[in-house]
């Protein structure tokens, strides 16, 4: 993205996309019914090792986002409407009663929830947690980090007067105002869907006060605006900062430029996350035992989608391989294509693939352990990983076919995982149903036009996906090849049947 694309004389808005790799600013103008963007700041990210827990450094974040918010200020000051920003999910924060930060926010791969759901169930059922939340159970979800702090007897909590999310902590440090947005507490697994606020059931358990817990506000919310000293510092004007979809993921299927309602989505990235568009929250036995969630999204919709993990092990596996020789995804997609097809698959949802030291002994591990010949050079790992995914796809696929009350004829895949050919070929393939690939900054642009619609410059999310739909090049892609792909997913499936 070219700054040149941004030009133009409509309405402009600024959005920070923070994903667990890496932070972008995105500015993103609406001239004659489409929407331009441009990246005038990308900046890393990571969780940092101390002491032995992993955590997010949120101060060094907000000092890129004040350099991204300085670059923007030099080139669009007097057209720049708004700013909103978007996080990862479930990692939060802790205010003392001066308002200081209490410490920087642990990750939601820090090792201390192992073992903190199976804790847990013991104080309140597994069924009835779900009935409460209708939220997919992980051991990293924001209850089970509470209540392994609890255990842990965490000193934080007993100076502790506000919780605030990823999203919630800059937009306080940007304007000094406490919110959270509705999207982000439903990935919490300690919100009601079905009485809307925070669960008293949960917070009685966690011996924890619901008082910590902030004003939960729709989508498209104006928070407040932008505090003088870093509209100073950062040569902005005065402008108001709007919570969008705060979630990540939320932005993102704001951002899907499908229409009806027979489709699915993938937002796919570092984390893969697969579901349908609904009007209510499913909460029933069978969702629970397939283990699926229920997310907030726009205009009062909700997400019932299944985490899957997504680009992970090729991020991981690249570490690895970068000591050797840094490998660039575009020579790791083209090596993967003349690499044997199926030679094993794996099941990367497995606990042991969520922060291992090397990952490609993991995989070679699990492999043995399973039977299969493991892969030995990079570009049959890279097979291995995409091939495993899109077979990932066609089996969360079937489960959501058994509690979707309509057909589902195509996939949208968006995200970067969007700009990977051969995972949506792959993906095509495995589910045997067309995909259309893109926006691939879906993210970042369902944050824009989210700002855009507070500011009634579009009347509706159907509005927002029209836009966006036009805006962007999309690709499809047809299902080839289905009856090797049936039957590798005959022995996948028999793989994860024999393991769970």
């Not at 397939?290 to 092990?313: A, D, H, Q, Y």
């Amino acid at each position: 993205m070219s700054s040149s694309e941004s030009k133009g004389s409509g309405p402009m808005f600024l959005a920070f996309d923070l994903g667990a790799e890496s932070g972008r600013a995105i500015r993103g103008s609406l001239d004659d019914g489409r929407l331009r963007i441009d990246e005038p700041a990308r900046f890393p990210n990571g969780m940092v090792s101390v002491r032995g827990h992993l955590h997010w450094n949120i101060f060094r974040l907000f000092e890129e986002m004040k350099r991204g918010m300085e670059i923007c200020s030099s080139e669009t000051k007097s057209r720049l409407e708004s700013i909103a920003i978007d996080t990862w999910g479930v990692d939060f924060g802790l205010l003392a009663r001066d308002g200081s930060i209490l410490g920087l926010p642990y990750a939601y791969r820090d090792a201390r929830t192992d073992g903190a759901m199976d804790e847990f169930f013991e104080i309140i059922p597994r069924e009835r947690i779900y009935r409460l939340t209708g939220i997919q159970f992980l051991q990293f979800n924001s209850l089970f980090q509470l209540y392994a702090m609890k255990r842990d007897m965490s000193p934080l909590l007993d100076i502790a007067s506000d919780l605030l999310f990823i999203p919630d902590i800059f937009n306080y440090l940007l304007t000094g105002e406490k919110k959270t947005e509705f999207s982000f507490a439903t990935t919490s697994q300690l919100y009601n869907p079905v009485k809307q606020e925070w669960d008293d059931d949960l917070f009685a358990a966690l011996d924890i006060p619901k008082s910590i817990m902030q004003e939960i506000i729709p989508p498209g919310t104006i928070i407040g605006d932008l505090d003088e000293r870093i509209g100073r510092e950062t040569g902005l004007n005065l402008m108001p900062v709007i919570a969008v979809a705060s979630h990540d993921t939320s932005s993102a299927v704001a951002a899907v430029p499908a229409e009806g309602e027979n489709w699915a989505y993938i937002s796919s990235g570092t984390w893969s996350l697969m579901g349908i568009e609904t009007k209510e929250p499913i909460i029933t036995d069978r969702a629970l035992e397939m283990n699926f969630t229920n997310e907030g999204g726009v205009e009062g919709t909700f997400r019932f989608l299944k985490n899957i993990s997504g680009l992970w092990p090729l991020q991981e596996c690249r570490k690895v391989w970068a000591k050797e020789r840094p490998r660039s995804y575009e020579e790791l997609m083209r090596a993967s294509e003349s690499a044997p097809p199926f030679k094993a698959t794996v099941d990367f949802d497995s606990p042991e693939f969520l922060n291992p030291p090397d990952m490609p002994a993991a995989i070679q591990e699990f492999c043995t352990r399973t039977g299969q010949a493991a892969p030995e050079s990079p570009s049959e790992f890279v097979r291995c990983i995409l091939e495993s995914l899109a077979l990932k796809y066609r089996f969360v696929m079937d489960q959501l076919k058994q509690v979707c009350h309509h057909s589902i004829d195509r996939i949208h895949i968006i995200g970067g995982g969007a700009r990977n050919r051969v995972l949506c070929r792959f993906t095509a393939n495995a589910t045997g149903l067309p995909v259309i690939a893109g926006p691939d900054e879906a993210t970042a642009i369902g944050n824009i036009m989210m700002q855009a619609l507070s500011k009634r410059y579009v009347a509706s999310l159907a509005e927002m996906r029209e836009v966006i739909g036009r805006s962007f090049e999309l690709q499809k892609y047809e299902p080839e090849h289905t009856e090797e792909w049936n039957a590798a997913y005959e022995r996948f499936q028999g793989m994860i049947e024999r393991r769970t």
